[in-house]
Nanobody, 126 residues
Framework: QVQLVESGGGLVQAGGSLRLSCAASGRPFSSSAMGWFRQAPGKEREFVAAISYSGGSTNYADSVNGRFTISRDNAKNTVYLQMNSLKAEDTAVYYC???????????????????WGQGTQVIVSS
């Protein structure tokens, strides 16, 4: 059974940094693109960042481009989201997601992702 487990969320002051991790198990991790999404209270889930199966291609939402960095370590079956210069509007539950096996393109479309983690809360105080 496929499982994604996020960690690294927490409370941070504006301007600070956090690194989220997503550990995958139960599937060929290196054969699919991975993404990070977030959902703030009262808002729809939105795309944050995605990375191809090899790590050679990435996509970012305009709101985080230049501040967040997505990366992956296929040997550890883990994808990361380094978040710098955090703002109050980055406050949300952050979700890790995986595309199906063989789908290597880092899509920005929520519906292209088959497997989701349980989410980790990020709170940025201003």
């Amino acid at each position: 059974q496929v499982q994604l487990v996020e960690s690294g969320g927490g409370l941070v002051q504006a301007g600070g940094s956090l690194r989220l991790s997503c550990a995958a198990s139960g599937r060929p991790f290196s054969s699919s693109a991975m993404g990070w999404f977030r959902q703030a209270p009262g808002k729809e889930r939105e795309f944050v960042a995605a990375i191809s199966y090899s790590g050679g291609s990435t996509n970012y939402a305009d709101s985080v481009n230049g501040r967040f960095t997505i990366s992956r370590d296929n040997a550890k079956n883990t994808v990361y989201l380094q978040m710098n210069s955090l703002k109050a509007e980055d406050t949300a539950v952050y979700y890790c997601a995986a595309r199906v096996v063989g789908a290597g393109f880092p899509s920005t479309d929520t519906y292209q992702y088959r497997t989701w983690g349980q989410g980790t809360q990020v709170i940025v105080s201003s």
